[in-house]
């Protein structure tokens, strides 16, 4: 029998399908509260995964991501939001889940004890140590999830494991743990809900620390954001008005003018007798990142 914190059934919530429906709402968002906070216990540790995987992706490498059933879905949209929000490109941000594409449809409970499958993925992905790889799993002990990093950390990748239980294989066997000592579950062992609203939160923390150490953010904005639709090339528009601290239809002419590259059209901003070709070439010359180019306009 598993003895773990994710598995509890806590006597707070003993006759729970008798209380009243607020009361019963009441003790899951405090529960979620509670799971939130224990995030924030693992800051430290997470910006440390976070600087060492911007720092591979950064030498070409790659952040893959690694799971089974519920903590794999959310690794999977972490995973899916990054290219549109900060123009990594999805090959770079690979996702390993169990039971591959049919488990987005349905959780196959069998292929989380897949570790022949685990070992194939990382084998056909050509895992190297430019890349890091990040295993999550509530339970911090599934077979797939722990096979994936095991085998991603014999082909000399960074292993970063994420688990809500202490002491666990996965957090033992990773280079760095980062444990979420979120409460027991009301519903005892579903782990969809304080083990998953950790779980999301974490990923939330590191995927937006990694987009900032890349430069895809500027002041706060979302400088490397792919405007593929009206609303987004919209928000485009904004951004652009906001960082250079122009009106709107300026910012627009920019925009339309670069392609809709915003760090582009905001680099361009700033040189008045300049074209789009001198404004890329200057965000290539600094790593593209936008602060670096405008200080060097400025120097």
Not at 50 to 72: E, F, N
Not at 99 to 112: F, N, Q, T, V
Not at 139 to 144: A, D, E, I, L
Not at 190 to 211: E, H, V, Y
Request: hydrophobic share 50%; charged share 20%.
């Amino acid at each position: 029998m598993i003895s773990a914190a994710t598995e509890e059934a806590k006597d707070l919530y003993r006759g729970l399908d008798l209380w009243q429906s607020d009361r019963i709402l009441s003790a899951i968002a405090e529960a979620q509260t509670m799971a939130v906070s224990a995030v924030g216990r693992a800051v430290p540790v997470l910006a440390e995964a976070g600087d060492r995987i911007a720092a591979r992706l950064k030498s070409g490498g790659r952040m893959i991501y690694a799971g089974a059933g519920s903590s794999g879905l959310i690794a999977h949209l972490d995973a899916l939001e990054l290219p549109g929000t900060y123009g990594i490109s999805p090959d770079r941000v690979p996702v390993l889940l169990a039971g591959g594409d049919a488990g987005l449809l349905a959780i196959p409970s069998e292929a989380e004890d897949d570790t022949n499958a685990a070992a194939d993925a990382v084998a056909n992905l050509n895992v190297t140590a430019k890349d890091a790889l990040v295993a999550i799993a509530a339970s911090g002990r599934t077979p797939y999830t722990l096979a994936c990093l095991d085998a991603a950390k014999a082909r000399g990748a960074l292993t970063v494991g994420i688990a809500c239980n202490a002491d666990t294989p996965i957090l033992l066997a990773a280079d760095i743990a980062v444990l979420l000592a979120t409460p027991p579950e009301v519903i005892a062992g579903s782990t969809r809900m304080n083990a998953g609203t950790a779980q999301k939160c974490a990923l939330n923390m590191l995927s937006t620390l990694i987009g900032i150490r890349l430069g895809a953010v500027y002041e706060g904005l979302m400088v490397n954001m792919q405007p593929e639709n009206a609303k987004l090339k919209a928000r485009a528009v904004g951004i652009v008005a906001k960082a250079c601290g122009i009106d709107a239809g300026t910012a627009a002419h920019l925009v339309d003018r670069t392609g809709a590259d915003i760090k582009a059209a905001i680099v361009l901003a700033r040189l008045p007798a300049g074209d789009v070709g001198d404004a890329r070439a200057l965000l290539t010359a600094h790593d593209n990142n936008v602060r670096a180019a405008l200080a060097a306009i400025t120097a």
